[in-house]
């Protein structure tokens, strides 16, 4: 289809996805027993589970997490990511495919949004005799939890089979076409048929996929073709991995060539491993380039309130900076007047100094810490001899060239022990305590050792709450007096997932500089 002979009032993005009303517990309002687990699991893009569940189950949840403690809107992936486009005001014209039930929250409507901001509707359909999809979102002993009912959600199926050349021509008369999971079996088939039928009308259209924890973990034929249809990829760190099928050690650069093997040529992949960087990814003859964007003055943990729908804000920016042609004005702004501050900045003389490099991005900045404001680079590693230990000695020196003290509970003697706190606790700066199930014969089965338990304890009290990793065994049973530490859990055996976050921390605490990477 020639862009010539689309409408000139067609829309130009179109979001295809899940309408649900989302239920959301932030940070400011849970309690402050909680808010240190909060803060740590607001700080990734990813939540920890995640998954469609009975309406009873949501409704359970509420009552005792409380109503006061959460925030009520309208949501749903795709939604999200066209509402913030709307919001931008950027001038583009915006449409959306959906099914929109009846809201039991006064004041929340789908379709009375869609008119205020001027959203196209004319293609969600309206059940009010079906209640609207839910969606649950709060901290559970560390974990972002996201639960979800499909409500009206599940009409899709029909909706699309009964309307399915309509839809197909809609969505052919975009430039792209923003599609989210949906949460039943029948539908992920009837979508890529309908996709795939708007692209053979119009070969120009791009589709932005985005799909989620559960169709990342469940992947299957059907969305393997979808991927074959994909331009642009949106993935947080752990959809990533999923989707990549991870292998233990396997770099991402080998995960993101497994991934972009299925998508099509073109695609590329964002990667949005947390709130302050971001990793891209796309073929080339000469093999998979990798592009890494991070925050160099990110805001603190402890200044999220939540970060759901930070990922789909983050692929509206990327297709406003796509589509919009105000914003490219706007950009093209910008980069000319970082490189004129540099011009007038430089001490070389003449007009034909040589500017900055832009073939590698122009959102390069270093910022270093100075000595005098970096912490005691030394960490206080606490474990108990059995296993995965070793692994966690060898990342910290051989990966973030940290120094390590290294205390071993099963090799030292009570009074020697608190000679040895005594001496090195104020040489290090941060704690690492591996926990692992108790196998000990006078211990409970699923029980961490109450000693290393109780050195935790010793190290939060010396560096604070932030400075302290908690790496547990998911089996794992720890106790309350440490509740509030950061815990990063792995499977057993595969200690090597909370590496990544543990990097991250050292890096938040000013412990290592960010890797050079590109920087905003």
């Known amino acids: 289809m020639d862009r010539e002979a689309i409408s000139s009032d067609a829309p130009e993005v179109i979001g295809f996805g899940a309408l649900n009303v989302d239920y959301i517990a932030s940070a400011s309002l849970l309690s402050k027993r909680m808010s240190v687990q909060i803060t740590e699991s607001a700080a990734r893009f990813e939540s920890n589970i995640e998954g469609p569940v009975a309406q009873d189950v949501i409704e359970d949840a509420i009552q005792n997490l409380g109503a006061a403690s959460l925030s009520c809107s309208l949501g749903g992936s795709a939604w999200l990511t066209i509402y913030a486009l709307a ?7 915006l449409g959306y495919v ?12 789908f379709i009375k949004q869609m008119e205020e901001l001027g959203i196209d509707h004319r293609w969600v359909d309206r059940q009010p005799s079906q209640p609207c999809g839910v969606c649950l979102s709060y901290i559970e002993d560390a974990n972002r939890v996201m639960l979800t009912n499909p409500g009206a959600n599940l009409e899709m199926y029909e909706y699309i089979r009964e309307n399915f050349n309509s839809l197909a021509a809609y969505l052919a008369s975009a430039r792209y076409v923003h599609l989210t999971s949906f949460l039943d079996p029948r539908t992920p088939a009837v979508v890529l048929r309908l996709v795939r039928k708007a692209k053979e009308i119009n070969p120009e259209l791009q589709l932005s996929f985005d799909p989620g924890p559960d169709w990342t973990s469940h992947r299957t034929k059907v969305i393997d073709d979808i991927l074959a249809l ?13 989707l990549g099928r991870y292998v233990p050690f396997e770099e991402d650069i080998t995960i993101a060539a497994k991934i972009l093997k299925t998508c099509g040529k073109s695609c590329r992949v964002f990667v949005t491993k947390r709130y302050d960087f971001i990793a891209a990814f796309r073929a080339s003859p000469g093999g998979i380039l990798t592009y890494q964007f991070q925050l160099s003055r990110p ?15 983050f692929a509206a920016s990327v297709l406003a900076s796509l589509t919009a042609r105000r914003l490219q004005v706007q950009l093209g702004a910008f980069v000319g007047l970082c490189l004129a501050r540099q011009k007038m900045s ?20 270093t910022e270093t810490l100075s000595d005098s404001d970096r912490p005691a680079a030394r960490i206080f590693l606490v474990h108990e001899s059995k296993r995965d230990w070793q692994a966690v000695r060898r990342f910290i020196v051989d990966q ?39 196998a000990s014969p006078g211990g409970a089965a699923g029980n961490a050792d109450q000693d290393l338990v109780h050195q935790a304890g010793i190290l939060q009290g010396r560096y604070g709450f932030k400075r302290v990793a908690i790496l547990a065994e998911q089996s794992c049973k720890t106790f309350s007096n440490i509740a509030g530490l950061i815990h990063l859990d792995f499977p057993s055996g595969q200690i090597e997932n909370t590496f990544f976050e543990l990097e ?17």
């Open 87 to 93: 919001e931008m005001r950027v001038g583009l014209r």
């Open 98 to 109: 959906g099914v929109a039930g009846q809201i039991g929250v006064p004041g929340l409507s």
């Open 230 to 242: 994909t331009d642009l990829l949106f993935v947080n760190y752990r959809e990533f991995k999923a």
């Open 299 to 313: 805001p603190r943990e402890t200044e999220i309130e939540d970060a759901t729908g930070a990922g789909d804000i």
């Open 346 to 365: 430089s001490s070389a003389v003449g007009s034909y100094q040589v500017l900055q490099d832009l073939s590698k991005g122009f959102l390069q900045q």
């Open 400 to 438: 973030c060239k940290l120094e390590v003290f290294e205390l071993s509970l099963a090799n030292i003697d009570e009074n020697t022990l608190a000679e040895v706190m005594e001496e090195q606790l104020p040489r290090c700066s941060f704690g690492v305590c591996v926990l692992s199930t108790d």
């Open 504 to 520: 991250r921390m050292f890096q938040r605490e000013g412990l290592i500089p960010p890797r050079d990477n590109h920087r905003v």
